[in-house]
T-cell receptor, first 121, second 110 residues
Framework: EAEVAQSPRYKITEKSQAVAFWCDPI?????LYWYRQILGQGPELLVQ????????DSQLPKDRFSAERLKGVDSTLKIQPAELGDSAMYLC???????????????????FGEGSWLTVV | RKEVEQDPGPFNVPEGATVAFNCTYS??????FFWYRQDCRKEPKLLMS???SGNEDGRFTAQLNRASQYISLLIRDSKLSDSATYLC???????????FGAGTRLFVKA
């Protein structure tokens, strides 16, 4: 069972309605990600947090999507209004830092939650 | 051109076969590399990291070629349970930028 907790697992909503997803990352992971994955494609980063700060939201459709991580722990992703094209799996993930022999940051290992399936009708 | 590219497949192989996937990346500043496995309608899970010296874990071998900017995954003695999508993942910018490939689908048949 994944240690990154997400809810709800499944959500069906009508277009133009609001929908929200919640994520609780692995304890101690400072970096939290929200990805969107459409069937047949790889995960696409929507937003990345380092503690409570957004470090990358370049692919987040800001006219309808918002994300917050107020206390630097759990996070919420909101869509308002939902559109038919938003139907996808929304994945939350958190990461631990990989350090090289000189204690420099060299990478992140990302751990995913089970995902939240959104269907917009 | 996408920063990380994979052959989408699908690769259809019989049980016991050896199969190899390649993944190319375009940013020479990429620092660390991974293969993830994703089962149908499930979340991606880390399969293995890819080290400069190569990495082997049982039937799985990962290689990195920095000069040609590609990584590979070799699966020996394929099992039915290996059927999944394999995602190539690249880190850069001190590990804070992570790019996923679109994945390669593998079907192993009896």
């Amino acid at each position: 069972e994944a240690e990154v907790a997400q809810s709800p697992r499944y959500k069906i909503t009508e277009k133009s309605q609001a929908v929200a997803f919640w994520c609780d990352p692995i304890s101690g992971h400072a970096t939290l990600y929200w990805y969107r994955q459409i069937l047949g494609q790889g995960p696409e980063l929507l937003v990345q947090f380092q503690d409570e700060s957004v470090v990358d939201d370049s692919q987040l459709p800001k006219d309808r999507f918002s994300a917050e991580r107020l206390k630097g722990v759990d996070s919420t992703l909101k869509i308002q209004p939902a559109e038919l094209g938003d139907s996808a799996m929304y994945l939350c993930a958190s990461s631990s830092i990989i350090r090289d022999r000189n204690w420099r940051t060299s990478g992140n290992t990302i751990y995913f939650g089970e995902g939240s399936w959104l269907t917009v009708v | 051109r996408k920063e990380v590219e994979q052959d989408p497949g699908p690769f259809n192989v019989p049980e016991g076969a050896t199969v190899a996937f390649n993944c190319t990346y375009s940013n020479s500043a990429s620092q660390s590399f991974f293969w993830y496995r994703q089962d149908c309608r499930k979340e991606p899970k880390l399969l293995m990291s890819v080290y400069s010296s190569g990495n082997e874990d049982g039937r799985f071998t990962a290689q990195l070629n920095r000069a040609s900017q590609y990584i590979s995954l070799l699966i020996r003695d394929s099992k039915l349970s290996d059927s999944a999508t394999y995602l190539c993942v690249v880190n850069r910018s001190g590990g804070f930028k992570t790019i996923f490939g679109a994945g390669t689908r593998l079907f192993v048949k009896a």
